[in-house]
């Protein structure tokens, strides 16, 4: 069957790839496989992001679930957190968060999820999928008075801004917080939060127009606010992405505090408070050397998810750990929330740097960092989950793993929707892991470019 769901929901270039027909059809489906049990009325949240294509998708996801007898509660332009958050508040039975989260502005996704706050577990997507991609004739449509309603959700950005505030109860005065909100939707929240919570603040990238979403602001573009910060003298930058459900850090001197610098600052606070469950962290393979060699060195155990927040949260929800995360700079707190939460994050990495008395490049500068090479191989469709079956291509992966021993590693995996092979390699010598990255990408691109 073909794939809806990659790593997250439904993706695409709005309206002619994520056509609004589509969001219609996952509206409805959506609303079928949420539905109350008991027979009653099911309500879905929807909330979105700045992109000026969110209004039509909005749109299309409300008539797909009023469509079959569901009713859209819309909460309007918040972060993706907010809408889990809300979910349990409003006894919803599962929303839809409308945005292309770090992508740029032509970029628009549906992000589900149950009514539990959480991302959609496989089972849930595969019948959205069969539904929406290979079963359609099976969604009945409602009409007269059994058609849904559209709700307008009250105050959604201030309820979810008060929430965050109560939960860190933190006192940031004394701070000086540069917030970089993407041109997102943390610009509804941010500076909020963090006056909120007694910080200085001094915000770029918070003039969204519908088009400039994630234009070199933002966690994937965080130069600017690197400048920022030495410029203005900041303690501490935070940088969002389109959502809000991820935050990368820059420390007093400019330098990027990424997502595996703060999980092990998170981990290493926790651990000392007996917060850590089982002294666990969830990561993803794309999680560091330099991560994994300081986690083990301050008795924190480290367990591996596939790629993408869904898969972090699974591993945690299996093995009742309460700390995940990647990179990238998604860090989920069990307790707290079902997704990654950017701000949350930021409110408690200042937390902890106000509680410790110490700078944020202190905090961040005992884990060391290893080279790395990151490179993406195209491959032609039919070699997918096949590659890995191709005997040159496994000796030479194991050939430099073994020359790499405890001083490196290599992880090669398959994108999840993509006929891409994803290689990362990590090691001392940079030129060297170039020159096995270079290889490796070359075999596997010879050998899986065309069917055989």
Not at 221 to 239: I, K, P, S
Not at 275 to 289: N, Q
Not at 415 to 439: T, Y
């Amino acid at each position: 069957m073909a794939k809806l769901f990659g790593t997250d929901g439904p993706r695409g270039i709005a309206v002619t790839d994520l056509t609004c027909e589509l969001a219609m059809q996952t509206g409805r489906a959506a609303a079928l496989v949420l539905a109350k049990k008991d027979g009653g009325r099911t309500k879905i949240l929807i909330g979105k992001d700045t992109r000026v294509s969110s209004d039509a998708l909005e749109a299309a996801v409300c008539a797909g679930i009023c469509s079959v007898g569901a009713d859209a509660e819309l909460l309007g332009i918040v972060p993706a957190p907010a809408v889990t958050y809300l979910i349990g508040e409003r006894e919803a039975d599962g929303g839809i968060m409308i945005s292309g989260s770090h992508n740029s502005a032509e970029y628009n996704g549906l992000k589900l999820f149950s009514a539990k706050g959480c991302k959609l577990m496989e089972d849930a997507e595969e019948e959205i999928e069969r539904l929406v991609l290979t079963a359609p004739e099976e969604i009945k449509l409602r009409s007269h008075d059994q058609v849904g309603r559209i709700l307008h959700g009250e105050s959604a950005a201030e309820e979810y801004t008060e929430h965050i505030r109560a939960l860190t109860g933190a006192d940031l005065s004394g701070l000086k917080v540069a917030l970089d909100c993407a041109n997102g939707c943390a610009s509804y929240t941010a500076e909020k939060l963090f006056t909120a919570l007694g910080a200085e603040t001094l915000v770029i990238a918070d003039k969204p127009d519908g088009n400039n979403i994630n234009r070199e602001c933002g966690s994937t573009n965080v130069h600017r606010l690197m400048e920022f910060v030495v410029e203005n003298g900041c303690d501490c930058g935070l940088a969002f992405d389109g959502d809000a459900d991820r935050c990368i850090a820059v420390d007093e001197k400019g330098c990027i505090v990424d997502g595996d610098r703060q999980l092990a600052i998170f981990a290493c606070c926790m651990k000392e408070k007996g917060l850590l469950r089982k002294d666990t962290v969830v990561v993803t393979a794309g999680s560091t050397l330099g991560f994994r060699r300081y986690a083990a060195e301050h008795g924190i155990n480290v367990v591996s998810s596939g790629a993408g927040t869904r898969y972090v949260l699974e591993r945690m929800l299996e093995g009742g750990y309460k700390l995940g995360g990647e990179p990238d700079g998604h860090i989920i707190f069990l307790d707290d929330s079902g997704t990654g939460d950017g701000q949350l994050a930021g409110a408690r990495l200042l937390g902890i740097m106000k509680e410790k008395g110490v700078s944020l490049s202190a905090l961040a500068g005992d884990m060391r960092s290893y080279p790395q090479v990151k490179l993406n191989v195209k491959i032609h469709p039919h070699y997918k989950e096949l590659w890995k079956n191709e005997k040159n291509i496994t000796e030479l992966i194991e050939k430099y793993s073994k020359e790499l021993g405890d001083e490196g590693r290599i992880v090669v995996r398959e994108s999840g929707k993509e006929p891409i092979v994803r290689l990362i390699i990590e090691g001392g010598d940079f030129g060297r892991i170039n020159d096995m990255a270079v290889d490796i990408a070359q075999n596997i691109k010879d050998t899986c470019t065309f069917r055989g």
